[in-house]
């Protein structure tokens, strides 16, 4: 019996032995711990190596080690041509999916959606890479920045002003990139910009100060929850200096996000920001220190040249090769939950693309349909004048509509888009959607009485105004003062093309107005005097579809605006002021803006009955079941997007005047009713205590609010917290 038990340990010995000898070196053997195969990986890179590793491709071709690099994907992978030229230069552009901007997916206030967009975006990301040589496996996206204020040029790469809604929404594209896999990621989700960069004039050297409370209950917060809950282990570090330290050599990199959340991937640089640290930022003497700060700080992946700094440092001291050795783990453990290091085999992502027969997804009925749904569900209803009833279009009565506008029959991409497959203009959506018993007549403007006599004599006008995504001018360059972009803020919120909207309307007072913008506009005019008011964003490839479908009542609209439209530009504080509490967002905004955080229409009406809880009373670590009935009162299907607010009645510090807590988009049919149950954790209840410094949920009451909207609360409750 020994013997036979002394057989099987050899056997066994023998057998793990031949499994070894199958890998010229442990790293390559996927059985083994993962920091264990680092460690070993580290161990035989050279110096040389280890330095070239720290650019965003950390492959090493000497040990077979093969990297991956990043894509731009914050509303579809950007493979393609201009603006932005993601596909490469003198490339034939790469065509995929293509999505609306990442504002317009904010205001579906869908996390599901955007779940399912996240992973078809990873699908062809990594078709692209594996049939098609092109691109890499880091996707950057989603922007976890908060859109505080709406002059920020980047507004449109934000889901919103709301830090739980758009951390909620950062969630979801997180896990849709990397997947469900227990092993593997399908790709790997790269969050930007940390933290607090929502200024593009003189971003390269201001400093974006607040408090610590802000800090940890405001602007970090999608990050935070893109870590913790999301599971992304990639971020890239803001331009700015936060609280005077700019961001890629701040502590907060390593001491919050690595030790406190468990962020343990990629950091790295925004591009070209290396530079500016000394240029613009003006913080060290000399490029060596600079570089020995930027890894120290937990930097692993710089984004321009930083090469002759780092060889600099080690050789003056200022950095050790363990040092270097300590943030390239963080690269080498994205690039094994990739699979990068291992064989295809086990890994459900490694073959995706490489089916001889394999189809390109990007030309999938499947993708297109989302790409549509995606669409339909960010368009937001502004107005619809019960007294005219201009929406939906009634095919019976209409026999003529005017489409008038800059942005009519045109898709614009932005800088971070890809190129479409195919694109439906606004105008070719509505010629389509009319058919031949409605006459669509167009003018791109007014030049010659054109816009005001094609409107006079249709029974509807439409115009479809807005910004420019990319200013139409070279880099840093917008001549509309209304317009933004990377690297301009706006100067102005009031719509140039106002005085066309008060020429079409006098021409015809049926008018509906399509404002297609990548952030808010001050129409105080057109609020005032238009009928129906209809807002999304630009790029999908099924704008005009979508557009259409809302346009027609073949889609019941149901997006909501993710960020406070103010009336004025003089509602807001200076741009540079950070500390939210100044008036800034629902949250601390004590006037009346022209419409609400949360605020959006549909052709039907709910009802809201009472809030039910299942306990009157939530301590720290609970969840709480909120729930509310919810009743469609209309004669038309519809969504609600049912909203939980929460109040701090009794807080001994200074809390929001309210703060978003939960959501669900619902659909209901005519008539039908609903419980809607939400799910309130106490976690998001708790404020960040200075003192001790921890979150601490403070003891007191809440009260619960619920509605369609930020001001539009139609039940309320009370409840503890203990």
């Known amino acids: 019996?020994?013997?036979?038990?002394?057989?099987?340990?050899?056997?066994?010995?023998?057998?793990?032995?031949?499994?070894?000898?199958?890998?010229?070196?442990?790293?390559?053997?996927?059985?083994?711990?993962?920091?264990?195969?680092?460690?070993?990986?580290?161990?035989?890179?050279?110096?040389?190596?280890?330095?070239?590793?720290?650019?965003?491709?950390?492959?090493?071709?000497?040990?077979?080690?093969?990297?991956?690099?990043?894509?731009?994907?914050?509303?579809?992978?950007?493979?393609?041509?201009?603006?932005?030229?993601?596909?490469?230069?003198?490339?034939?552009?790469?065509?995929?999916?293509?999505?609306?901007?990442?504002?317009?997916?904010?205001?579906?206030?869908?996390?599901?959606?955007?779940?399912?967009?996240?992973?078809?975006?990873?699908?062809?990301?990594?078709?692209?890479?594996?049939?098609?040589?092109?691109?890499?496996?880091?996707?950057?996206?989603?922007?976890?920045?908060?859109?505080?204020?709406?002059?920020?040029?980047?507004?449109?790469?934000?889901?919103?002003?709301?830090?739980?809604?758009?951390?909620?929404?950062?969630?979801?594209?997180?896990?849709?990139?990397?997947?469900?896999?227990?092993?593997?990621?399908?790709?790997?989700?790269?969050?930007?910009?940390?933290?607090?960069?929502?200024?593009?004039?003189?971003?390269?050297?201001?400093?974006?100060?607040?408090?610590?409370?802000?800090?940890?209950?405001?602007?970090?917060?999608?990050?935070?929850?893109?870590?913790?809950?999301?599971?992304?282990?990639?971020?890239?570090?803001?331009?700015?200096?936060?609280?005077?330290?700019?961001?890629?050599?701040?502590?907060?990199?390593?001491?919050?996000?690595?030790?406190?959340?468990?962020?343990?991937?990629?950091?790295?640089?925004?591009?070209?920001?290396?530079?500016?640290?000394?240029?613009?930022?003006?913080?060290?003497?000399?490029?060596?220190?600079?570089?020995?700060?930027?890894?120290?700080?937990?930097?692993?992946q710089f984004l321009d040249e930083y090469v002759d700094a780092v060889y600099g440092a080690v050789a003056n001291g200022y950095l050790k090769e363990k040092e270097i050795d300590e943030v390239l783990r963080g690269d080498y453990r994205i690039m094994l939950k990739l699979g990068m290091l291992d064989a295809p085999e086990g890994n459900p992502y490694a073959n995706i693309g490489l089916d001889k027969n394999a189809v390109d997804p990007w030309t999938t009925e499947a993708h297109k349909k989302l790409a549509l749904e995606a669409t339909q569900k960010s368009i937001v209803l502004l107005k619809n004048d019960p007294a005219k009833n201009l929406l939906p279009i009634d095919r019976k009565k209409v026999k003529k509509i005017a489409v008038i506008g800059p942005r009519a029959d045109q898709i614009i991409l932005d800088w971070y888009s890809g190129t479409p497959p195919y694109t439906v203009s606004a105008l070719a959506g509505i010629k389509a959607k009319a058919g031949e018993n409605i006459e669509i007549t167009y003018a791109l403007n007014n030049i010659d009485g054109k816009a005001a006599k094609l409107a006079k004599e249709a029974d509807i006008a439409i115009v479809i105004a807005g910004n420019h995504p990319w200013c139409n001018a070279g880099w840093a360059q917008c001549p509309v003062p209304s317009d933004g972009k990377e690297s301009v803020d706006r100067q102005s919120i009031t719509l140039e093309y106002e005085d066309l909207i008060k020429v079409v309307h006098q021409a015809n007072p049926n008018t509906v107005v399509v404002l297609m913008s990548s952030f808010p506009f001050a129409i105080n005019w057109t609020q005032e005097h238009v009928p129906a008011i209809v807002h999304m964003t630009h790029n999908s490839q099924e704008l005009g579809t979508a557009l259409a479908d809302v346009l027609f009542g073949d889609y019941n609209p149901a997006g909501r605006l993710s960020q406070t439209w103010v009336k004025d530009i003089s509602d807001l504080p200076e741009l540079l002021d950070y500390n939210i509490r100044n008036g800034r967002t629902y949250m601390y905004f004590k006037g009346k803006p022209l419409y609400a955080f949360g605020h959006g229409l549909s052709y039907t009406t709910f009802g809201y009955k009472g809030i039910e809880v299942e306990k009157e009373a939530i301590a720290k670590g609970d969840t709480l079941t909120v729930n509310v009935t919810l009743t469609n009162t209309g004669n038309r299907d519809g969504e609600e997007v049912v909203q939980l607010y929460v109040k701090h009645t009794d807080s001994k510090v200074e809390r929001p005047i309210k703060e978003l807590k939960a959501f669900k988009r619902v659909s209901l049919k005519a008539g039908e009713t609903k419980n809607v149950a939400l799910q309130l954790r106490a976690a998001d209840l708790e404020y960040w205590n200075t003192k001790t410094q921890k979150f601490e949920l403070e003891k007191g009451t809440i009260e619960l609010q619920a509605g369609g909207a930020s001001d539009a609360i139609a039940v309320t409750k009370t409840i503890r917290t203990k």
């Open 1 to 300: 019996m020994k013997q036979y038990a002394l057989y099987i340990v050899l056997l066994v010995a023998a057998s793990l032995s031949a499994q070894q000898k199958s890998y010229q070196y442990p790293f390559q053997n996927p059985d083994q711990d993962a920091e264990k195969r680092i460690d070993n990986l580290l161990s035989l890179m050279t110096l040389d190596e280890k330095i070239q590793a720290l650019s965003t491709n950390p492959s090493v071709p000497r040990l077979g080690v093969k990297g991956t690099g990043h894509v731009e994907g914050l509303h579809g992978l950007a493979m393609g041509g201009p603006p932005g030229e993601w596909g490469g230069k003198n490339k034939e552009p790469l065509p995929t999916t293509t999505f609306p901007q990442a504002y317009g997916l904010g205001e579906t206030w869908d996390t599901e959606l955007l779940q399912k967009v996240a992973n078809v975006e990873a699908i062809e990301t990594r078709f692209a890479y594996q049939k098609y040589n092109r691109g890499g496996l880091v996707v950057r996206a989603p922007n976890a920045d908060l859109a505080r204020d709406p002059r920020w040029g980047r507004t449109e790469e934000s889901y919103g002003e709301d830090p739980f809604l758009t951390g909620s929404l950062t969630v979801a594209f997180v896990k849709g990139l990397q997947g469900n896999h227990a092993k593997y990621w399908q790709t790997a989700s790269l969050m930007k910009h940390f933290l607090a960069n929502s200024n593009e004039d003189g971003r390269t050297y201001t400093s974006s100060d607040f408090d610590e409370r802000l800090w940890r209950e405001y602007y970090s917060v999608p990050f935070r929850m893109g870590v913790q809950e999301g599971g992304s282990r990639a971020y890239m570090a803001a331009y700015n200096k936060v609280n005077g330290i700019p961001a890629m050599v701040h502590p907060m990199l390593k001491d919050i996000t690595v030790k406190e959340w468990g962020q343990n991937g990629i950091i790295c640089t925004d591009g070209g920001a290396f530079t500016l640290l000394l240029s613009d930022h003006k913080y060290y003497k000399d490029k060596y220190l600079g570089a020995a700060a930027a890894l120290k700080a937990g930097i692993n």
